[in-house]
Structure formats: structure tokens, C-alpha cells
């Protein structure tokens, strides 16, 4: 079952999903943007490779939703999602495309259609390559996946509503630190980790930290109109994104920056 691989199962619905990244490709070693005229919805990357749902949800006229690819390195983009996934934002209160998975060539992605008794959930597959959305699982939506946690290189690293980011060791569940969030950041969100390296996103204002696990120095690293609304780090570097605000909302910005950036910035 590929839902083993991809899923975690939770009281019969599909919780998250993640795919093994691979460090393979020449990444970019600029920052690179992107301006789109929808929102976007999820977020994923994987290198040189930034996955995002175009979401129909907010704009003056309906479009059909769609999930892309940006190599930020060819400045190619890819649509992978097809029929299915155009209509992931036409149910009343269903949550759409809701996560994004992405590791070399292969994407996944989480949607979730709702109605006001029951809604339910689908897992959409497609490769790069030959760009074909495939649904390979599904399930009826019962309570939500849990944010707000990230693992990496041995650490597991929690937000808490009273603006503390808490270090353990993944292995032993022993606390290692407890780091106080900067800003106005009750509940920090985005929170994402490599290395030693944190992000997370302010609850007012959509600022984007980094912070050094290990020393603890923590700077704003990104700053957009309406407010960074997702945010993922990996090897390559890291990839935020905003809806706008007033009369922008609901267009898009993508941004990349090399990971070396963020590693000067907190040094």
C-alpha cells in the first residue's frame, strides 16, 4: 500500500504526508521571486524545486485550482495536477489542496473536499517527468492533522502558544532549550527546520524568522506585503510565499534564497 509510504492514518482519514527529499541537481545560488495573480494554498520543496497549489478560492473570478512546479534553478514552471484537482475549491467549506509533498521527480499532494456533515479526503500523485495527476488513496476526513512540529538531524522542535520554540533530542525526547520566539508571535506557525537552522513566521505582521538552534541568535530574514503566509527550509535553501493585502490580495509572491543566506544572516 503506497499509503504507507506517503500517510500517516489517523482515525481513518489521511493525516500528512512526506516524501524522502533528495539533495541531487546544481541548486540556485541566487534568491529568486515569482509574482502570480492567485493565491497559493501549500508549499513544498525539494533542491532547486518549489511545489505550490495555485488556489482559485479568493480571487474576483473563479479559476480552476492547480499545482505547479517552479525550478528555481531553469526558471522552468510545471502543472502536475489535473482534472480532479481543478475542482478542489468548489465545496462550501472543504479545505482544498491542504499539503504538498515533493522529493526529485515525484509530487504528492493532500486535498480535502467538505460539506457541512462529512468530507473527505484524497491523495494525488504525479511525476515531473510525465506530468499526470494519479489519485491513489482516499478517505472520509475525521478531526485534523496536527501542525506546528518538525524534526530534522536528530531534533524535534515545538511551538507553544506562549512564544517559546522547545528543542528535544528526537531520540531521547529530552529537552535540550527552550528559545523565546521574537516578535509579536503568539502561536508561531511555518515552523521548519534544517540543521540548526529554524524558521517561523510571526502570528502578526507575517514576519519570517531564522533562528540558530545552537546559539540561539534570531533575525527577520523576510518581510512581504500582507505578510508571509508559508515558509519550508531544506538543504538547497528556503521558499515563502504571501496572498497580498487591500487590493493585491489574493496574487501571490514566491521567493527562493540559497541556504547560504540564511546561514550568514544567524551566524
Known amino acids: 500500500m503506497l499509503g504507507r509510504a506517503l500517510l500517516g492514518l489517523a482515525a481513518g482519514s489521511l493525516a500528512g504526508l512526506a516524501l524522502v527529499t533528495s539533495a541531487a541537481g546544481t541548486t540556485s545560488a541566487h534568491s529568486e521571486k515569482k509574482h502570480l495573480q492567485v493565491a497559493v494554498a501549500a508549499l513544498a520543496m525539494d533542491g532547486d524545486r518549489i511545489a505550490y497549489d495555485a488556489s482559485s478560492k479568493i480571487v474576483a473570478k473563479p479559476r480552476a485550482n492547480k499545482v505547479l512546479v517552479w525550478n528555481v534553478r531553469t526558471g522552468k514552471t510545471v502543472k502536475v495536477s489535473g482534472k480532479k ?18 522529493a526529485g521527480s515525484r509530487v504528492a499532494w493532500l486535498m480535502n473536499l467538505r460539506g457541512n456533515l462529512e468530507g473527505d479526503d484524497y491523495l494525488f500523485t504525479s511525476s515531473l517527468s510525465k506530468p499526470k495527476e494519479h489519485q491513489v488513496a482516499s478517505a472520509m476526513r475525521h478531526g485534523t492533522f496536527c501542525p506546528g512540529r518538525s524534526v530534522q538531524g536528530g531534533r524535534l522542535v515545538v511551538s507553544t502558544k506562549n512564544q517559546q520554540l522547545l528543542v528535544y533530542d528526537a531520540r531521547t525526547g ?23 537552522i529554524a524558521i517561523y513566521t510571526t502570528g502578526n505582521g507575517g514576519e519570517l524568522h531564522a533562528v540558530n538552534l545552537s546559539t540561539g541568535k534570531d533575525r527577520v530574514i523576510a518581510k ?19 496572498n497580498g493585502s487591500g487590493t493585491s490580495y489574493g496574487k501571490a509572491t514566491l521567493v527562493f534564497k540559497p541556504l547560504s543566506l540564511l546561514k550568514a544572516a544567524v551566524s
Do not use: E, M
Open 85 to 102: 484537482t481543478a475542482a478542489a475549491d468548489t465545496s462550501s467549506t472543504g479545505g482544498g489542496v491542504f499539503q504538498l509533498a515533493i
Open 224 to 242: 512581504l506585503h500582507g505578510g508571509v503566509g508559508l515558509a519550508q527550509i531544506d538543504s538547497a535553501g528556503l521558499a515563502y510565499g504571501g
Open 174 to 196: 529530552s529537552l535540550r532549550k527552550s528559545l523565546a520566539a521574537r516578535g509579536q508571535a503568539n502561536n508561531p506557525k511555518n515552523l521548519d527546520v534544517q540543521g540548526k
